[in-house]
């Protein structure tokens, strides 16, 4: 029944449909910030404005609301592979440290390989052949910047020698080095004896004191070995014989 006046709205056609099928849409929708469907105190969506559905060419301005209780909020095996990805890092940086951790390089004398004695008027000019090793354990290449030997006899310093074209070692590895050094003579005492014809085997103590820089990992080291050797000054008679 109608009372008369009152105005009277009335639906009709394709507005109708419309609001029905409004109506059937948002049955299936919850209210904004209701929880389980429970929508007796809740706000319409503001962003869907309580259609259900976002409008066209907004998808990418928009922000969507999860309920609390939305398992996606709750990913399974958390504990599980939050401890995998640490032990992986650690495992990672226990390798980068065992490749990268320094390690020694060794300079090793062997032997000396031949004694040169040349007789002047004023001293005893010899040249002095050693052999060598230069032993790398790390795992990354060693670049020998330059190496120095100088042989003393009777404390006193009778020559040097430096080599600078030396080429680099690689890891894990051993390379042996022929060293020449000039030791020229020219004390009197020295001179004499060497040049003594009622002494049969004219032996010297020498002295070599080697120092060699080298440079690997981003810094540079200096190795420095003293080593004692025995060598005949009166001719050419000293054969190849092992350092000890």
């Known amino acids: 029944m109608v009372t008369p006046g009152h105005n009277v709205k009335t639906i009709e056609g394709p507005d109708l449909t419309k609001e029905m099928e409004k109506a059937k849409t948002l049955k299936h929708f919850p209210s904004y910030?209701?929880?389980?469907?429970?929508?007796h105190s809740a706000d319409t969506c503001p962003t869907c404005r309580g259609t259900g559905r976002i409008p066209r060419g907004q998808e990418d301005q928009l922000v969507a609301v999860i309920p609390c209780n939305d398992i996606r909020l709750k990913p399974r095996r958390t504990k599980l592979y939050v401890c995998v990805s640490m032990a992986m890092c650690l495992f990672l940086c226990c390798l980068i440290l065992f490749f990268l951790f320094p390690r020694s390089v060794t300079l090793t004398p062997v032997s000396v390989l031949s004694v040169m004695v040349y007789f002047t008027p004023d001293a005893v000019e010899m040249e002095v052949t050693n052999l060598i090793n230069i032993t790398n354990e790390?795992?990354?290449?060693?670049?020998?910047?330059?190496?120095?030997?100088?042989?003393?006899?009777?404390?006193?310093?009778?020559?040097?020698?430096?080599?600078?074209?030396?080429?680099?070692?690689?890891?894990?590895?051993?390379?042996?080095?022929t060293i020449k050094i000039d030791l020229p003579i020219t004390d009197k005492g020295l001179n004499s004896y060497c040049k003594s014809t009622s002494i049969k085997i004219h032996t010297l103590f020498l002295e070599l004191q080697m120092t060699m820089n080298i440079s690997y990992l981003s810094h540079t080291e200096q190795l420095s070995l003293d080593t004692f050797e025995y060598i005949d000054c009166g001719t050419n008679s000293t054969i190849p014989h092992p350092v000890r």
């Open 33 to 39: 910030g209701a929880m389980n469907g429970n929508g």
């Open 138 to 177: 790390n795992f990354v290449p060693v670049q020998i910047v330059d190496f120095n030997v100088q042989g003393l006899v009777s404390e006193i310093v009778v020559g040097k020698t430096k080599i600078s074209n030396m080429t680099a070692l690689q890891p894990r590895s051993q390379k042996s080095y």
